[in-house]
């Protein structure tokens, strides 16, 4: 059940990717809140998830990349996966961390698309991936602990230690 809420979360969020976001842009740059969530969510939940969250938003976001089927998905699913070890290693209460790692995250995909699309030949601009990874973190502030509230089944099933 929590992977179709979470399945449903994505396909809503990557409709608004791609039809109300974009009237936001400053400069021709604008946050993909889709990949904001599934960081957040990784970060936040853990390796498995990570997994599943990245492929499923990651194939979502080539549905709407030309030319090239796959780059989202790689890229998507490595770095939720490398947000989730950050994840494991910090107070997930606070929202410093979470919010830098977005900035670096986000970098680090554009950079990956810019190489991957390099040798095949497509130009991509990499100055728009700063102006994107500043606008992911200010959405990854505010929507931070609005993905701490979604329900996790594994959480509820833990024991209760009272120390």
């Known amino acids: 059940m929590e992977k179709l809420i ?20 400053v400069h021709g740059v604008y946050p993909s809140i889709l990949f904001t969530f599934a960081i ?5 939940y853990g390796r498995e998830k990570a997994v599943f969250i990245g492929t499923v938003s990651g194939i979502l976001q080539d549905l709407f990349f030309f030319n090239v089927f796959g780059i989202n998905s790689i890229l998507n699913l490595l770095l939720c996966l490398f947000a989730s070890i950050i994840g494991e ?15 670096f995250i986000t970098i680090l995909k554009y950079i990956g698309i810019v190489i991957i699309c390099y040798f095949l030949r497509i130009g991509m ?39």
Do not use: C
Not at 40 to 44: G, K, N, R, V
């Open 125 to 163: 601009p990499i100055l728009k991936s700063v102006g994107m990874a500043l606008y992911n973190s200010v959405v990854m502030f505010f929507i931070y602990k609005l993905i701490m509230k979604i329900p996790d089944e594994e959480y509820r099933k833990r024991p209760w230690r009272f120390k």
């Open 6 to 25: 979470i399945i449903l979360i994505s396909i809503g969020l990557t409709i608004l990717d791609n039809s109300l976001i974009p009237f936001f842009s």
């Open 89 to 103: 290693n910090i107070f997930k209460t606070k929202k410093l961390v979470p919010v830098l790692s977005m900035f």
């Open 40 to 44: 957040a969510y990784s970060i936040i």
